[in-house]
């Protein structure tokens, strides 16, 4: 254990260190990019722990570099089987609560429904595989080659028809509500975003990299400059909730909001960001773009950002904020 | 016949300055000058001159007085001896007759005859030259005493050859001296019954020792000879591999330092502290071993023939080491200066080792100097060293060391801004040695060592990909051992050795919130030791061992996994993170007997068998070993083994909770072949062949479910090794290694799974290392290192887990191809200068000199669409002074 625990750390330092070259952030869209599953229970929409015997609207919103593309969604909502680690699988192909299926025209996104099933085993694990192409269709062929639902994928994970679009594979194991204490509601909007003390105004649509000279954006100039990106949480969105511990008892607990980023142009610092009750302001900071970079025409380039707020017990909200980038005197 | 006219006169004379005394004896003068001539006036050297010529006769003067050697059979006091003559110096000044009136007797005829060959100026009458005849007293002044010999331009070297153990001496033992300098001095003496030897009038300079006795292995050193010093070894040659007590093993390698005991600093491991890309230090010296596989970036595990690094141990004086070098590497935790020996057995080792299955290090230390002060200080870029050592009374001996790395001075320079410093990387280690030998028969040693190892980051939130990892990211390791081992020669054919050890040891890992491991262990070791010779073909060898491990841990984590053959993990976001915490007792009692048959002298087999016991799984094993040497010719030697190796699982994967308890221990039968062949003198080479298969392995159970471990994972290793040794010796002023080792090591985890390549399999392995000394203590070497990539789980790609806002890699078939070929320059060359009383030395060691980008893994975007290498260690050139009193 402690010479495999060197060897990590060694590794894990190395990496962030960085011997090698480096690769794009992780914040920056130069892809469709899935954001997660927007859970919903049927007639408590801000609920996202279903019980057994209800529906759940599962939603699917994408983040695009550029123009929106329509997104096939193909998936099995299944009853999981328990693993440590490694990706979760269904329990057999008899373990399968429903087929999903939704294809979606830009700028709508994929949206399904499924109702777990009233005798749903009691300490079993709802779980959601699926696939989803973006600018494309799922082959159900290649699909069914990268994608065995009873056991961890092998093979190429390739399921766009024809290689026309940007695949993925999915998966989220769905948290059930089987007492009063386990229900989780979405994460509240986002009271206030800021950049450069500037505040962001709620994103007006529109193709990133278009004009957007008098869309009522905030402007800032190609040049470079780090400023500050600042994050407020609503103080109601941190659920109160309990977990077991080593005994089996309950210990209370309350929710962290995790905010990913996600930006057409320019850098962040910190790919997330975290609030809490206790300190709901965080902030990162944010580098424009160069010219180099992202060059803005004269009616200046229409840049966004995505947070997906998840409180990391299946509830997630994205919200986008939008500025403009423009060039330089 | 007529006497002449006699003028006596008395004469004083000085040799040094042959001035005549003034002084004339009336009465001597008026006796002899009846009837007899007076002097002559005005004789040459007279200091009255004509005056005297005017007024009477003039005695005779000394022109020319000879000086006589003094007696060579008198001995020479501090005062003058006269002797009386009375001389007749005839009117031409010569001298006629001549008799001794008085004086030591040794001195009369050296008196006579310088007399009679000396000048004189005639006496002289009213002008006229006269033969006279006077009293000459004739004086030896003592010989000045001897200048005093200028000090000598030449030293001693001496010492004893001695058994391996006990104070008896190698009757009959063969010491060879020759200058490295290429000077031309060759000196051979054969020592007696003690071992004692002494080589004196030796010019300053450094020696190559050759020490050659039958029925031991032969060894070899090279010392220094300071002018007017005595440079005291103490050499222990080894049993040769046919008769070694545990050694002879099939496919024993061993770091050639000479085994021997020093008692004085200058002697040290020449050769181990001078390979290339180790900055001297002699521990990492084993990388250049056939059979030692290399370890991936930074993490100093040791790899033997193609076995987990847990599955291998190393012994500092018989107690098992929790860590051998400092984190990166770079360092040991031990100071080579310290050490004696390094035997490496990387198969069918000993009875005498137990609970591991991979291969064995075991490291021997010195006694500390015991004829004055010494020490060493060593200032280098990545760390500083000093080491003291003394005596201590007539029977001990004490030394202390202390290292401390000064990486920290440039580490927050080459961190990202990103990244925050919470703890520079920093380690230290000490030690403290304390010999005693109360009697001729007994070595009572105490030691205490230990390291620390400590660094911290504070990582931004959402560095990379995976939310989880944030915070702080911290590695701390520090151990601390006291050790005691007593060495007692019962009897001419028994000895007793006892160790016995306890250390706390502690490990903190952690990654922010999500990942920390805790654990404190205060362990306590101990081994009890029994060699009998029972007769000339047989000797009897048992011994128990007990390790007692009370230990705590306290984890937050995913759950554990086998870390062997896992392909790329899984982001800890898409972990369910628990914590548990466990306290318990870990006891490990063993017991080995060895019995070792010589039925002739080219022939030995020894026959083991070892107990141990796992109180934790409650399982035990019974391993028995046999090995066998055969000396077929001189310089060839057959060999050959087979036996069971065990060893319990690791305290983590047999814990309840998040182990399995129920798990057995892992075995392993060793199979080994080869021989070795001295092709020429200082030239050798070996080949071994090795087999392992490894059963009960300890793997994950399918999908990581509870109970998380099970048995069910074996093994295959096999391959072949090429040694070569060239020697330093006489007309020979360098040295080489030589290894080429060709091997496969697989594993399959569960029933039914097709075997695959294990971690760390590296089918080739070559090294080819030298150093060359140069005359005025240049000294240059290299080390080329040619091994084949690590394998490596190909990546095909990311599953989105929307839970946790991460990407799960798709591992493809787990170690199914290889990081590029790894291949390493590394060079070194250092000056030494001798004085009279200390040596300094400055050197460089260059570390991948042409800076390869060595491929050890690769890093993966957020989805793992694309890769980019991460690389190991770039060029490190260390430079470094040291200085040795």
């Known amino acids: 254990m402690r010479r495999d625990t060197l060897r990590l750390t060694a590794l894990l330092a190395l990496a962030l260190v960085g011997c090698g070259d480096t690769l794009d952030p992780v914040s920056l869209v130069t892809r469709p990019r899935v954001l997660g599953f927007e859970l919903s229970v049927q007639g408590d929409a801000e609920r996202t722990t279903p019980r057994p015997g209800e529906t759940l609207d599962l939603t699917l919103p994408f983040a695009f570099p550029a123009e929106a593309q329509g997104i096939d969604f193909v998936g099995v909502a299944c009853l999981g089987v328990d693993v440590g680690f490694g990706i979760p699988f269904c329990a057999s192909e008899d373990s399968v609560i429903a087929p999903l299926a939704s294809r979606s025209v830009a700028p709508d996104v994929p949206a399904v429904s499924f109702t777990v099933p009233a005798d749903f085993p009691a300490d079993g694990e709802l779980l959601v595989i699926a696939a989803a192409c973006a600018g494309g269709v799922v082959d159900p062929e290649l699909l069914a080659s990268a994608l065995d639902i009873t056991a961890p994928p092998t093979g190429g994970l390739e399921v766009c028809a024809d290689g026309v679009g940007t695949g993925d594979l999915l998966q989220s194991v769905i948290p059930l509500q089987r007492a009063a204490e386990d229900s989780n509601q979405r994460p509240l909007p986002l009271v206030d975003v800021r950049l450069g003390d500037r505040p962001l105004a709620p994103d007006p649509g529109g193709v990133p990299g278009s004009p957007c000279s008098g869309m009522g954006l905030e402007n800032f100039v190609v040049d470079g400059g780090d400023v500050e990106l600042i994050v407020a949480s609503a103080a109601g969105t941190f659920d109160d909730f309990f977990v077991l511990d080593g005994d089996d008892q309950p210990v209370s607990r309350v929710e962290a909001m995790q905010h990913a980023l996600l930006i057409t142009a320019g850098e962040v610092e910190a790919n997330f960001i975290f609030t809490e009750r206790e300190d709901l302001v965080e902030d990162t900071t944010y580098t424009l773009p160069t010219t180099e970079d992202r060059p803005p025409g004269p009616e200046g380039s229409l840049e966004r950002l995505w947070f997906s707020i998840r409180d990391e017990r299946g509830g997630l909200r994205v919200e986008s904020r939008a500025y403009c980038l423009v060039p330089g005197a | ?885």
């Open chain 2, 1 to 885: 016949m007529s006497r002449p006219p006699i003028v006596r006169f008395l004469l004083a004379t000085s040799l040094a300055s042959f001035v005549l005394s003034p002084a004339v004896q009336a009465q001597d003068s008026a006796s002899s000058a009846e009837g007899e001539p007076g002097p002559e006036q005005g004789a040459p050297g007279s200091d009255d001159g004509g005056a005297a010529a005017e007024t009477g006769p003039v005695p005779p003067s000394v022109i020319e007085l000879v000086e006589a050697p003094w007696p060579a059979d008198v001995e020479a006091g501090e005062e003058p001896v006269a002797v009386l003559l009375e001389i007749v110096i005839g009117a031409d000044g010569q001298v006629g007759e001549a008799q001794v009136l008085g004086g030591p007797e040794a001195f009369h005829a050296a008196a006579l005859a310088a007399v009679r060959a000396s000048r004189f100026g005639a006496a002289r009458v009213e002008g006229e030259p006269v033969e006279a005849r006077i009293r000459f007293e004739y004086v030896f002044r003592p010989p000045p005493p001897p200048e005093p010999p200028p000090p000598p331009a030449t030293g001693v070297l001496e010492g004893r050859v001695l058994a391996p153990e006990g104070d008896e001496g190698i009757a009959g033992a063969r010491v060879l001296v020759t200058s490295s300098s290429g000077a031309g001095v060759e000196r051979e003496t054969t020592v007696g019954e003690d071992g004692a030897f002494a080589f004196e009038d030796l010019p300053p300079g450094e020696y190559f020792v050759v020490l050659d006795a039958v029925g031991f292995d032969g060894a070899e050193a090279t010392e220094t000879v300071v002018p007017g010093e005595a440079t005291a070894v103490t050499y222990r040659l080894r049993l040769s591999s046919g008769a070694a007590d545990e050694g002879g093993l099939v496919a024993r390698a061993r770091v050639d330092p000479p085994p021997r005991e020093v008692t004085r600093r200058r002697i040290r491991q020449e050769e181990l502290t001078q390979i290339p890309g180790t900055r001297g230090d002699a521990l990492r010296a084993i990388e250049i071993l056939p059979g030692v596989g290399r370890p991936p970036f930074g993490t100093g595990q040791i790899i033997i023939r193609g076995s987990a690094p847990n599955d291998s141990e190393v012994f500092i004086e018989g107690i098992p080491v929790p860590l051998l070098y400092h984190f990166g590497g770079l360092t040991s935790v031990y100071n080579s200066r310290l050490l004696t020996q390094i035997d490496f057995i990387p198969g069918n080792f000993s009875s005498r080792y137990g609970r591991r299955i991979g291969g064995i290090i075991e490291v021997e230390t010195r006694d500390p100097a015991s004829d004055g002060l010494h020490g060493v200080v060593e200032f280098g870029v990545i760390d500083t060293s000093v080491l003291a050592e003394f005596p201590i009374g007539e029977n001990a001996s004490m030394a202390l060391g202390f290292r401390r790395s000064l990486i920290d001075l440039v580490f927050s320079s080459i961190v990202p801004d990103s990244i925050g410093v919470t703890q520079v990387p920093v380690y230290y280690d000490w030690q403290t040695v304390l010999s005693w030998r109360p009697t001729s028969k007994d070595r009572i040693r105490f030691q205490h060592y230990g390291a620390s190892d400590a660094f911290e980051l504070f990582l931004d939130d959402g560095l990379g990909s995976d939310p989880a990892v944030s915070g702080n990211l911290g590695l701390t390791t520090r151990f601390g051992t006291f050790q005691m081992g007593w060495d007692r020669q019962i009897n001419d054919d028994t000895e007793l050795d006892v160790d016995a050890a306890y250390g706390p040891q502690a490990l903190d890992f952690g990654l922010g919130n999500s990942l920390d491991f805790e654990l404190f262990v205060h362990q306590f070791y101990l081994r009890t030791e029994v060699r009998q010779r029972v007769n000339d073909w047989y000797k009897l060898t048992y011994g128990a061992d007990l390790s007692l491990s009370p230990f705590r841990v306290d984890f937050t984590g995913p759950p554990q996994q086998q870390q062997e053959g896992a392909g790329e993990f899984d982001p800890l976001s898409s972990a369910d993170i628990s914590t548990t915490s466990l306290s318990e007792l870990a006891g490990r009692p063993g017991v080995y007997v060895e019995n070792e048959f010589r039925p002739t002298d080219e022939f030995q087999l020894i026959a083991g068998l070892r107990f141990d016991y796992d109180d934790r799984t409650q399982d035990y094993a019974i391993d028995p070993r046999l090995v066998a040497n055969w000396d077929v010719t001189e310089g060839l030697r057959l060999k050959g083994g087979v036996g069971l190796y065990s060893q319990p699982p690791e305290f983590n994967e047999s814990a309840p909770e998040v182990g399995n308890p129920d798990l057995d221990m892992i075995h392993s039968v060793h199979v080994g072949a080869g021989f070795e062949y001295e092709i020429a003198e200082g030239f050798r080479v070996g080949v071994d062949g090795f087999y392992k298969y490894l059963w009960d392995r300890v793997v994950s159970t399918e999908s990581g479910v509870e109970p998380f471990f099970s048995n069910e994972g074996i093994g295959r290793i096999y391959g072949a090794e090429i040694s070569g040794k060239l020697e330093q010796g006489p007309g020979r002023p360098f040295f080489a290694y030589l290894s080429y080792t060709l091997s496969r090591s697989e594993r399959r985890d569960r029933p039914g799974e097709p075997w695959r390549l294990f971690d760390f399999d590296q089918t080739h392995i070559f090294t080819l290392s030298g150093v060359y000394n140069l005359p005025k203590g240049w000294s240059l070497g290299a080390t080329m290192r040619v091994v084949s990539g690590n394998p490596t789980t190909p990546v095909i790609g990311g599953i989105y887990d929307s839970l946790n806002n991460v990407y799960q890699p798709v591992n493809g078939r787990i170690n199914s191809i290889r990081n590029p070929n790894f291949h390493r320059l590394d060079f070194r060359v250092e000056k030494k200068w001798t004085f009279q009383s200390w040596n300094l030395a400055l050197f460089l060691d260059i570390q991948n000199i042409y800076n390869r980008q060595n491929q050890e893994g690769l890093s993966f975007n957020f989805d793992y669409s694309e890769s980019t290498p991460i690389n190991g260690l770039p060029i490190i050139p260390a430079l470094g002074l040291r200085g040795e009193l």
